[in-house]
């Protein structure tokens, strides 16, 4: 999911004739397709409202949300182009990503968890998604997917799971990162997005419980948000494997929207006092 909204008069413009022309039913609400004024093969999925995924029918490599562009580089500076991967996405929404790696790595093996088992079948009637083996879609609950999958050696785990503009508390806690940790390879690296408000209390309580499970843990998010001038984007990496954070930085500086990465001390006083999300804090009210 993205923090950013698309333009509303976008809703004027004319659908392509194969995509659908008004909001759809799905298991959990309603899905719409939309086309991008400004790019003539664009298209954003919302989910219930909300902006979930972007593609670019012409271009499985084209990736417009700042976040997923920013986990690529992650991805691409542990293995370089074109190895293969075993990614495994909870959350899917129109696979994006999925689709985007699956052209940038042939041969990679990708499974993706999606609650919504209605919205599966949509887009994959709708978008040109690779087929299985190399991407298959697995109608289920993303913790309960997770905890099947321990000792799966994947290589790459992405949480992209929201409900509305939240995660579902379940899977912000120790029990999923612990998880998520156990179904990857010894090398393999956790990738979470999540958005959050000032003062960034949702952020700072899963650097720490991610702190807790992994090795080395980072932040990667856009400085404006940091400073808490605004509501966006973020991605935490969790990995047992070291990360060479001094050339993912200059890689982040290097993208159109220029991101800073947080690692070590300053990640630490990022996360202050705040402790590891147990299911019992996840209940709690005032998330934000």
Same mark, same amino acid.
């Given at each position: ?60 490599t ?18 370089s ?6 990614? =495994? ?8 990503l999925?689709r ?55 290589d ?5 799971v ?37 003062p =960034? ?8 419980? !991610? ?14 948000? !940091? ?24 890689r982040?500086?290097?993208l159109? =929207? ?31």
């Amino acid at each position: 999911m993205s923090s950013r909204r698309m333009p509303r008069q976008a809703r004027g413009r004319r659908r392509r004739p194969d995509l659908p022309q008004h909001p759809v039913r799905t298991s959990t609400g309603f899905v719409e397709v939309l086309p991008d004024p400004s790019r003539a093969a664009g298209v954003t999925l919302f989910i219930n409202d909300a902006e979930s995924s972007y593609l670019d029918l012409s271009d499985p490599t084209y990736l417009e949300f700042e976040y997923m562009q920013q986990m690529v580089e992650v991805i691409d500076l542990r293995w370089s182009r074109p190895t293969p991967l075993r990614a =495994l996405h909870l959350g899917g929404a129109g696979c994006a990503l999925p689709r985007a790696l699956d052209a940038h790595r042939p041969g990679s093996h990708q499974l993706v968890v999606e609650i919504d088992g209605e919205l599966a079948r949509l887009v994959r009637l709708w978008f040109d998604l690779p087929r299985s083996p190399r991407l298959r879609i697995r109608v289920g609950d993303a913790l309960a997917e997770l905890h099947r999958l321990a000792g799966g050696g994947w290589d790459v785990v992405v949480r992209d799971v929201f409900d509305g503009v939240r995660v579902p508390a379940h899977l912000r806690t120790h029990e999923a990162a612990t998880a998520a940790a156990a179904a990857l390879s010894g090398e393999g690296c956790y990738l979470v997005n999540l958005t959050d408000y000032p003062p =960034l209390r949702a952020a700072r309580e899963e650097v720490a419980t !991610l702190s807790a499970v992994f090795d080395h843990v980072a932040l990667i998010a856009d400085p404006a948000i !940091l400073r808490g001038r605004r509501y966006g984007n973020i991605v935490l990496v969790g990995s047992f494997a070291p990360l060479n954070a001094g050339v993912l930085a200059r890689r982040l500086r290097q993208l159109s =929207l220029p991101v800073r990465l947080v690692t070590g001390r300053d990640l630490a006083d990022f996360a202050g006092d705040h402790r590891p999300i147990t299911p019992m804090a996840s209940a709690s009210p005032g998330q934000h």
